[in-house]
């Protein structure tokens, strides 16, 4: 559990053996109510392409939102990917050549990004959303999130949030 995408180390997650970053789109990478981006996301993604890390956005949004979205960004995609079932997960590794344990899921969701990743067999970093608002579809999803999270930290109370990956 990391505060932000941005705080993601590409060093960090090579000295981890990982090779490719699949992320989340809405209130992941942008925030959901604003596709354009910021300049702390470019320099994530340089600091990413710098590292020959790969980053490709793994969405359940339909094709034409996605393209929409990441076109400004120029990142690879799957939409449509029907989280929390793997399949998208999944699909993106093979297009890049990878074993799961080469490749992290990063998403703001625990009940569709952090579930497709264990369901994919990769490993998973589960980030605060970008902003506190959330479109219509994905309030549903944060209401029962709010009970399994208060069941996994009373089983797991190390789980905490961290600055980086190595905290």
Known sequence: MIKSVYSIEPQQLKQQGIRAVFTDLDNTLIAWNNP?????????????EDAKIPLIVISNNNYKRVRRAVEPLALPFISRALKPLGFGIKRAAKKLGLQPHEVVMVGDQLLTDMVAANQAGVYSILVRPLIATDAWNTRINR??????M????????????QEELND
């Not at 209401?143 to 399994?148: I, K, L």
């Open 36 to 48: 354009d981006g910021t300049p702390e996301l470019k320099s994530w993604m340089q600091a990413l």
């Open 150 to 161: 208060k069941q996994l930290v009373a089983q797991y109370p190390m789980l905490k949030w």
């Open 143 to 148: 209401f029962f999130e709010q009970y399994v």
